[in-house]
């Protein structure tokens, strides 16, 4: 963030909109005396709100100003055609690529899939980028 000013980068904060809704919802639990609400429930992997908040203000600070008032994903892209289909690509490359990236950086991660070879998962991709970018209005 300091970049921002001395070396007039264009930075997006989003560590800061998550520190704000944190603080909002530790304050509804302590009024309650109740320990709820986490955007993290390991300390550490954000869940599917945590996302959110990343990706709206990401997507707000390039300038998809459309988000502003969406509560969530669905409800974001809710406006776009074929959304539902889009998502799911979305989610199949990154799952494919992911699975492919573990597998080929010899990590041990307990539960995941064995991942294709890095050049058939990166064909794999490149076929389901053809279909996002067809679905695409």
Partial sequence: MDQKTAQ???VIDIHYPMKQFLEAHRKVDSAFS????ALAE???HPGEVGHWIMAKN??????ENAVANAPDMKSAMAQIPNS??????????QNVMKDAWLTASGHQRPGMKTGLPLPEAKAKATEIDAQIRALMP
């Fill in 8 to 10: 007039k980068w264009d």
């Fill in 34 to 37: 109740i320990a709820g609400f």
């Fill in 58 to 63: 990401v997507l707000l600070g390039l300038g």
């Fill in 42 to 44: 390991d300390g550490v």
């Fill in 84 to 93: 539902t289909q889009l998502l799911k690509l979305i989610a199949e490359r």
